[in-house]
Structure formats: C-alpha cells, structure tokens
C-alpha cells in the first residue's frame, strides 16, 4: 500500500527503519539499479520518485530505460514492471527485453544471426521462465508475482496509465516516449 501522507509521528520510525537498513545493508533502500553509481547516488529506485533520462534522438534511451527500469529489477529485485511505451510497437519493446534477458547481441537477434546453440540456449531459457512464471502466477495468483508488461500508450493520456497501474500494480513503470503524451 502506497501512503498518500504522513504525519510527523509516522515519519520518525520510518527514517530510523531507513537509517538502518542502509547502515547494515550498504545503502541500498529501494530496487537495485543497474549500474553501482547510480545505487550510491540514489540507493537504488525509490518508490515515488520520477527519473528522466534524456537524451538526443537515436543515444540508446530506450536500452538503457529497459535495463534501468525493467530488465534489472526484474532480475535482481523480483520487481513488478509496467512498460508504456510511446513509440515504438509492443513486439519491438520485447524483443529488446528479451534478448537482454538472454544476454544476446541484439544486432543479432533482429538479423537472425544467431549461432545454433545461443538460440537453442535463448530458446530454453524463454521457455524455462515461461514456465516458471505461469507456475508462479497461478501459485500467488491475488498477491503480487514479478512480471513484465508492455502496453502501447499511443493516442492516450495519463488516464490510461493511471488504469493500467491500477489494474497491474507494478513496482516500476517505465514510459518510453514521454515526449509524445
């Protein structure tokens, strides 16, 4: 449950529950970023805040979005992540997450260049959390599961994403292509 308000003698304990879960546990209080700067600095993605990463057209954005706010929290923190993306299709945005879950070179990827064994390896993999995920969401199924989605918010507002959040309550929700709201 995300809290709307507090008084001063709600946050008082929750400072304290902060302070020393940072001094024990070497700083991280939200989901673990990718990239050990970025903990140090933050301590990691916390709930409620707005990090824009900006760019000039064609810098990668979107990769480094995926890994910042959907790839590595997936992985590292059993996040819940919520995708909308502005620009580019649906089956695009996946396979970029995809492929980064594999670990491929995605040039090879989308040029069907792949060797005999990194697809076959790809390919088990896939079919591997496929599975472990339906068995996961049909075990917890009401409380919260790690999970991807990917949604295309094009032509919609913050009406849109604010339903989508309500009915996929994620963790994270990344938007590629904020601009085009």
Avoid at 16 to 29: N, P, Q, R
Avoid at 43 to 59: D, E, N
Wanted: glycine letters at 10%; a negative charge; aromatic letters at 8%.
């Amino acid at each position: 449950m995300r809290l709307r308000h507090t008084d001063l003698a709600d946050a008082i304990p929750d400072f304290m529950e902060t302070y020393d879960k940072v001094a024990e546990g070497g700083g991280i209080t939200g989901l673990p970023c990718a990239w050990e700067p970025l903990n140090e600095a933050m301590g990691g993605l916390q709930a409620g805040t707005v990090t824009i990463l900006y760019a000039p057209p064609k810098s990668a954005k979107t990769f480094m979005g995926l890994e910042l706010g959907a790839v590595h929290p997936f992985e590292a923190g059993n996040a819940r992540v919520l995708v909308v993306t502005f620009e580019m299709p649906v089956r695009q945005i996946w396979r970029r997450i995809l492929a980064r879950l594999c670990r491929l070179e995605y040039g090879a990827v989308i040029k069907g260049q792949l060797s005999h064994d990194a697809r076959h390896e790809c390919f088990d993999q896939l079919t591997e959390l496929q599975e472990i995920q339906i068995a996961q969401m049909q075990k917890d199924l009401g409380e919260g599961y790690r999970d991807i989605r990917v949604v295309h918010g094009r032509g919609q507002g913050i009406n849109y994403i604010r339903a989508e959040i309500d009915k996929f309550e994620p963790d994270i929700v990344l938007i590629d292509g904020l601009y085009l709201m």
